[in-house]
């Protein structure tokens, strides 16, 4: 069964710095997504950036990137420039093909950006 | 688009009751997941449904069940509430025919307390 850990409960950020968000996984499957959902204070589930694993390229939205290292099961979040808003908790989440939509999700990183 | 919307948004419910929640996907989407995040155990898959068909189900009791409509708008029921099954119940919708159909988006949620 596919598992996804993320071992930092929680995190904090001087605003305008840069912090990094580990995710580990584990699968036996070749093909598959991984995702970064943000969860704030409103409890509603924001699409944060999705990485195909087929593609060895990293994926970025403005000052979101990942670090995807297949071999190593490995899917950091790295967030530049951190601003007020994103202080959220923010979950990892793994979906195989075959799994029709059912998502594994990690406990969460609740990331506080400090002014 | 419309999002995900979800309704009731917050209910009561006494133990030994039944609840039933709504979901109505953003147009176009013809999948809908649903999820139970609960402080101990996380956000957990209860099922998924396409064109009116339960495709995947999670590791839950009978007592939840689901059904979809004709239109995408899903509902879930939970008979025979039990004090633990106070939580946030999240929908979330997705298209598999887009290029991003693997992703899911999420509605604010159902917070359903049992008493």
């Known amino acids: 069964a596919q598992t996804v850990t993320q071992s930092q409960p929680e995190m904090s950020v001087q605003e305008a710095e840069t912090v990094t968000l580990s995710c580990t996984y584990d699968t036996s499957e070749n093909n598959y997504y991984l995702f970064w959902y943000k969860q704030p204070p409103s409890r509603q589930m924001i699409l944060v950036i999705r990485?195909?694993?087929?593609?060895?390229q990293n994926a970025t939205e403005n000052r979101f990137s990942v670090n995807f290292q297949k071999a190593a099961k490995s899917f950091s979040l790295k967030i530049s420039d951190s601003q007020l808003g994103d202080t959220a908790m923010y979950f990892c989440?793994?979906?195989?093909?075959?799994?029709?939509?059912?998502?594994?999700f990690g406990t969460g990183t609740r990331l506080k950006v400090l002014a | 688009k419309a999002g995900v919307t979800q309704t009731p948004r917050y209910l009561i419910k006494t133990r030994g009751q039944q609840v039933t929640l709504s979901c109505s996907p953003i147009s176009g989407h013809r999948s809908v997941s649903w999820y139970q995040q609960t402080p101990g155990q996380g956000l957990q898959f209860l099922f998924e449904y396409f064109s009116e068909t339960q495709r995947n189900k999670g590791n839950f009791p009978g007592r939840f069940s689901g059904r979809q409509f004709s239109n995408s708008r899903s509902e879930m029921n939970v008979s025979t509430l039990e004090l633990g099954d106070s939580a946030l119940y999240l929908c979330a919708s997705s298209d598999p025919g887009q290029a991003s159909g693997n992703t899911i988006y999420f509605g604010e949620g159902s917070w359903l307390t049992v008493v």
């Open positions: 989440a793994f979906m195989s093909p075959s799994g029709t939509y059912k998502y594994i």
């Open positions: 990485q195909e694993a087929y593609k060895q």
